[in-house]
């Protein structure tokens, strides 16, 4: 079974214009643009360009954001970047259908790669990729049954199901369906993982990884086949890749493609209690669960890793695409919007490992992580480990290619929002069209039709969930639109010159997390105290820059909230017509809130990290101050999390 109600367009239909496009643009220049020149592990002498130097994951997860990022942007020097990995790698396959470097068998970097030869090929229609992907696949059924799968290979194979998948509706070849079934037998089911979910309490509780380095001589992931060898056991890889926060957002995608291939429609009921239990357990405010390496409970102050920002988003654009459920939009947006950009810098330049929905210092010191190393949450190039330094580049061009959908219906469904053009075909017709607006900044999108000639076709538009009342205009006359299971559709002759104005009405509102705490939160925007930061320059070198982030603002507040009206608690302002150049700058943000506030002296920082929150309602003794409140995004320190006080 191969059918889905939205079918994603093809790299490219989708451009991204506005903030979005000026924000790719930053990315481009940033690190994205400069990665080859500054880091070795993509440089000249990458295992994936013939060289000898680090031949892994890293330069496919570069890729797989380098080659989408190249083409909405139309950038030929970024084209001309991609254009070597990707030939090369075309280039490197033998006669059995293995590709990659020859000194690394691995089957995992191989599947990341798959994923930037889809999308190579969307864009460019190059038929190359449709043969050297049938030959390999042909090769990994030939070789799967006698294939031990590494932990990753096991834990990842969902990115390898997914690319076959694709091939398979493409090419309709039977043995892609023979080799999608093999993968789903021989590695770990996360449909049963996420219905039978075990992790309640940080990993810390289940794998004391004193005790794990100990028992594989201090060499970690490479020690452990060693030992698991010599004991005969598995408990330590079981429990590692069970808790390891990027399997699992990685994961959370398993119950789609199983749908796809076997029709289970109870897949899609399994997903969603999965994800409800991992916000319940490991949530926190910005749509995150805590992950640093391993998921770790939902204290604010715990980290969450900047891969696991990325790949989540990805998962949900493929749980959206396949079960058509709106809940998955609204929680893309919220991280796309908060999670994504608060963890890099406003140049996209660095980048944290571990972000903290409570931040109030980035150092080079100990904090609370389960095993990440002491300098996690610095802004640099590669702070703990370069997983992240390769893979955050895919966040938002990927974003942006799944801004729209077809539906089956003949129509398109507009699933999630952002300013973007659009250049489709739709039963042999060209349909071009613009979204044109602030979102998330403003609740107003306009839609305008720019084809030439008129068309028939269905729009739908999706309700998000936080909207209390949607408004709609068709050529500046009120219009009463089909309201059907979460979206908003109008069918009728289209003609050039077209305007629909959808206005998403939201209040502010607050939401309850740990302890208690409280977050304020206004369309799929969630604000963060806005604090003082000072970026001091660490590294000596000079050749990259590396940050510690400091304040000499409070921190320790408490909110004051009328709980039955929330609302009224809060001032919300608009400060500007026009976006900046960077709306994730704090210093230029568009809007913010304005709230009442106490200081919570008891509240204090530990281990070099806001402090364990106070259980809520708070009595705190000081007097009232106003307080200032940013979207979450431009606020590289904060708070999210408040503990509160009612009158």
Known sequence: MIDVELMELPLGEIRPAGWLERQLKIQAKGLTGRLEEVWKDVGPDSGWLGGSGENWERGPYYCDGLIPLAYLLEDEKLKGKAAKWISWTLESQNEEGFFGPRDNDDWWPRMVMLKVLKNYFEYTKDQRVVHFMTRYFMYQLQNIDSREFAIWENTRSVENIYVILWLYSITGEGFLIDL??????????????????????????????????????GKGLEGLYEYEERTNSTTYSKLFQETHVVNVVMGVKYPALRYLLYGEKNQLKIVKEGIKKLIDYHGTSNGMVTGDEHLNGNDPSRGTELCAVVEYMFSLEILFRVFNDTEFADILEKIAYNALPATIDKELLTHQYDQQVNQIMCSHAKR??????????????????????????????????????????????????????????????????????????????????????????????????????????????????????????????????????????????????????????KGPLLFALRLDEKWNTTNKD????????????????????????????????????????????????????????????????????????????????????????IPYGAARLRIAQFPYFEE
């Open 180 to 217: 999608a079934k093999r993968f789903f037998e021989k590695s770990m089911n996360w449909s049963n993982y996420f219905e039978n979910f075990k992790y309640t309490k940080p990993t810390g509780e289940y794998l004391d990884w004193e005790k794990f380095m100990k028992a594989t001589g």
């Open 368 to 521: 609370n992580w389960y095993n990440n190393l002491d300098d996690s949450n610095l802004f640099g190039l590669e702070p703990n480990f370069g997983c992240c330094t390769a893979n955050m580049h895919q966040g938002w061009p990927k974003f942006v290619k799944n801004l729209c959908y077809k539906s089956d219906d003949g129509g398109l469904v507009f699933g999630v929002y952002g300013p973007c053009k659009i250049e489709t075909s739709v039963a042999g017709q060209t349909i071009l069209i613009r979204e044109v607006t602030d979102y998330p900044f403003d609740d107003k999108i306009e839609i305008l039709i720019d084809n030439n000639a008129d068309f028939e076709i269905p729009l739908h538009f999706r309700i998000p969930g936080w909207a209390t009342k949607s408004e709609v205009t068709l050529n500046g006359s009120a219009f009463d639109p089909e309201n059907n299971e979460g979206y908003l559709t109008i069918k009728r002759l289209w003609n050039r010159g077209d305007r629909v104005e959808l206005v998403f009405r939201s209040r502010v509102r607050t939401s309850k997390w740990f302890k208690n705490s409280l977050s304020v939160e």
């Open 542 to 629: 000079g050749e990259f820059p590396e940050y510690e982030v400091y304040t000499t603002s409070p921190w320790n507040y408490a909110l004051k909230v009328d709980l039955k009206n929330p609302e009224k608690s809060f001032s919300f302002i608009k400060r500007t017509q026009q976006l900046s150049e960077q709306p994730f700058d704090q210093n230029l943000v568009p809007v913010l809130i304005e709230a009442d506030a106490a200081k919570v002296e008891e509240w204090s920082w530990e281990r070099n990290s806001a402090g364990t929150l106070p259980e809520s309602p708070v009595r705190p003794e000081g007097p009232l101050e106003k307080v200032c409140l």
